[in-house]
């Protein structure tokens, strides 16, 4: 027994607006990359106010939404997929607390957010949640299956 069972396991990562608009972007790719996880699907947009309803559909009755579904749109988003090992819930752990007051410095709301309300980043919080919000943002013909090869570790000289 044993074994890496959860390799292919995926997960919905996205810089928010706040995020972006600060060059935020590079730094959070970064962190993923240098876990160790695979990118395989990525894309800058302006959130579609039907994908932001859906995405945030457990939230709608809370005080905060509108202001949230505001933030949300205020400028584009950058959404990516990606994959590995217990993705779900080791990018949980880096992305840090909810609350930007809770989260652990080292963590990405914990070194770059002061706020609840602008905390750079979203990661889905369990595998069955990414799998609805990766086919929610994502075609399937977007998402790229691609072997890690010789290019990840190795020189051609
Ligand atoms: P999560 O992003 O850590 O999974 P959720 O509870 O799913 O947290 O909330 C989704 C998003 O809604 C948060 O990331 C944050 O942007 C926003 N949010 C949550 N609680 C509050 C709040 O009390 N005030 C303002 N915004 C909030
Ligand atoms: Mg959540």
Not at 17 to 44: A, C, H, S
Not at 75 to 91: D, H, I, K, L, Q
Request: aromatic content about 8%; some cysteine; glycine content about 8%.
């Amino acid at each position: 027994m044993g074994g890496l069972t959860r390799t292919q396991e995926r997960t919905l990562i996205a810089v928010k607006p706040d995020g972006v608009q600060r060059r935020l972007v590079g730094d959070v790719i970064r962190r993923f990359e240098r876990r160790g996880f695979k990118l395989v699907g990525m894309k800058l947009l302006q959130a579609p106010e039907k994908v932001l309803a859906e995405h945030y559909h457990d939230l709608k009755k809370k005080p905060f939404y509108p202001n949230l579904i505001n933030y949300m749109s205020s400028g584009p988003v950058v959404a990516m997929v990606w994959e590995g090992y217990n993705v779900v819930r080791t990018s949980r752990a880096m992305v840090g607390d909810t609350d930007s007051a809770e989260a652990a410095p080292g963590t990405i709301r914990g070194d770059f957010s002061v706020h609840i309300s602008r905390n750079v980043v979203h990661a889905s919080d369990s595998v069955e949640v990414a799998q609805r919000e990766i086919s929610l943002w994502f075609h399937s013909s977007e998402l790229v299956d691609w072997d890690c090869g010789s290019h990840s570790s190795l020189y051609h000289v």
